[in-house]
């Protein structure tokens, strides 16, 4: 089984730039997740999808950062403008469905912001 | 006061030693509750799943609940230089959406 495929693995930008992540969850898996994982603390969750409807942004600061989910299948993440203290590593991760399901997460994307 | 909290560490161990990696809660709601190990530049992995209090033992790794204190532990026995890692604990915030909540992460450095 094909894992959780993100890319791009790292990303440097100035201030100010925009930037997207992009995220392809395990084949059947309805549900998506973008956590936030900043340096030296544990994952955050940015947005949550069911197929392709959203269940949970409350930790999404919406005046920067925008999310979708094509067909219910692939994500993105966008960032515009960045902030330096944007500087984390965005982790996608899917499951069959919602509730006491296992997460599987990707390798992550590394973003540095100068 | 953080939902769940952990203690980053860093924890260095010979190689053949038991470890014991800690958590705490702060809600009583949570029943579920997970161990991920987090290798550098890699996504976190499930290690362990717990629900509700007890013991659950897989291969060397326990993992323990104490609902009653609020209390989540790792043991790891006959610890090897590749558990050196982060150890992620995550408790379920909604049954209803499936959300985890994590812990700040322990790294962890077994040396041979």
């Known amino acids: 089984e094909a894992g959780v495929a993100q890319s791009p693995r790292y990303k440097i930008i100035e201030k100010r730039q925009s930037v997207a992540f992009w995220c392809n969850p395990i084949?059947?898996?309805?549900?998506l997740y973008w956590y936030q994982q900043i340096l030296g603390q544990g994952p955050k969750l940015l947005i949550q999808f069911q197929n392709n409807g959203v269940v949970d942004d409350s930790q999404l600061p919406k005046d920067r950062f925008s999310a979708e989910r094509l067909k219910g299948v692939d994500s993105t993440l966008k960032i515009q403008p960045a902030k330096l203290e944007d500087s984390a590593v965005y982790l996608c991760?899917?499951?069959?469905?919602?509730?006491?399901?296992?997460?599987?997460f990707g390798a992550g994307s590394r973003l540095t912001v100068l | 006061q953080k939902e769940v909290e952990q203690d980053p560490g860093p924890l260095s161990v010979p190689e053949g030693a038991i470890v014991s990696l800690n958590c705490t809660y702060s809600n009583s709601a949570f029943q579920y509750f997970m161990w991920y190990r987090q290798y550098s530049r890699k996504g976190p992995e499930l290690l362990m799943y717990t629900y509700s209090s007890g013991n659950k033992e897989d291969g060397r790794f326990t993992a323990q609940v104490d609902k009653s204190s609020k209390y989540i532990s790792l043991f790891i026995r006959d610890s090897q230089p590749s558990d050196s890692a982060t150890y992620l604990c995550a408790t379920l915030g909604s049954s209803n959406t499936g959300k985890l909540i994590f812990g700040q992460g322990t790294t962890l450095q077994v040396k041979p």
């Open positions: 991760a899917s499951s069959l469905g919602t509730g006491a399901n296992v997460l599987t």
């Open positions: 084949s059947g898996h309805a549900t």
